[in-house]
């Protein structure tokens, strides 16, 4: 006599299915909206500025990283502390756009 599969084995797929398919893998909050302005801000938009520390006399990518990575830092943390101060529910990716599009017409 073959016994009856069980409810739970044939639903596992269909709960799998609920449970991850309702979640982002990345969910978006401001803070890391925030970050990821601050990093392109401060590395793509601020290409003038990493231009002019790579020819200064004696900075080299190997010799100097330290530096570098500590300007970066600098940057993406100035960026980030303003984004903080204005990181309400609608003003916020307001405020980035209009301050990317400001840096791109600037750069």
Known sequence: MMREPSSLYFNFPRQLL?????QPLLESSAALIALLASLL?????????WQKLFNLPGVTITGNAGF???????????????????????????V????????????
């Open 41 to 49: 801000l401060a590395t793509v938009y601020n290409l003038p500025l």
């Open 18 to 22: 609920k449970t991850f398919a309702a």
């Open 96 to 107: 980035i756009a209009v301050v990317i599009v400001l840096a791109a017409t600037i750069s």
């Open 68 to 94: 570098l990575f500590g300007m970066l830092v600098i940057l993406t943390s100035i960026f980030f502390i303003f984004f903080s101060l204005v990181s309400y529910r609608y003003l916020l990716k307001t």
